[in-house]
C-alpha cells in the first residue's frame, strides 16, 4: 500500500522560504509521476508542480514558476517543494499526491498547513 507522509508545513513571514517534504513507502516510484497540490480556504485544491521519478522531468503551475522547485531524492524516496518568495497567497494546505499512466492521481498524503503572514 502505498503511504505519502508531508511534512515541513508552517508558519513564514511574507517573502520568506519553506521547504516541503513528502516520504514516500510501499513500492518503486520509478515509473510514477509525483506532484504537489495545495488548497486554500473555501477554495477548489489546485495543482502546484510535478515530477515524473524516472527522468526528473518537471512542471509548475504559472503561479509558482520562479519561486518554487519541486525535487526529488530517489535514495530516500522523498519528493521535495522548496518554496522561495513565498507570498499571503501561497497560504494552503499542501498535499503531496502520486499516480502512474494517465489516470488521475490515485495517492495522497494528509497535508501540511503553509502560513504566510503578510
Known amino acids: 500500500q502505498v503511504q505519502l507522509v508531508e511534512s515541513g508545513g508552517g508558519l513564514v513571514q511574507t517573502g520568506g522560504s519553506l521547504r516541503l517534504a513528502c516520504a514516500a513507502s510501499?513500492?518503486?516510484?520509478?515509473?510514477?509521476?509525483m506532484g504537489w497540490f495545495r488548497q486554500a480556504p473555501g477554495k477548489e485544491r489546485e495543482f502546484v508542480a510535478a515530477?515524473?521519478?524516472?527522468?526528473?522531468?518537471?512542471n509548475y503551475a504559472d503561479s509558482v514558476k520562479g519561486r518554487f522547485t519541486i525535487s526529488k531524492d530517489s535514495a530516500k524516496n522523498t519528493l521535495y517543494l522548496q518554496m522561495n518568495s513565498l507570498q499571503p497567497e501561497d497560504t494552503a494546505v499542501y498535499y503531496c499526491a502520486a499516480k502512474v499512466g494517465q489516470s488521475s492521481y490515485d495517492y495522497w498524503g494528509q497535508g501540511t498547513q503553509v502560513t504566510v503572514s503578510s
Open positions: 515530477i515524473y521519478w524516472r527522468t526528473g522531468t518537471t
Open positions: 510501499g513500492r518503486t516510484f520509478s515509473g510514477y509521476l
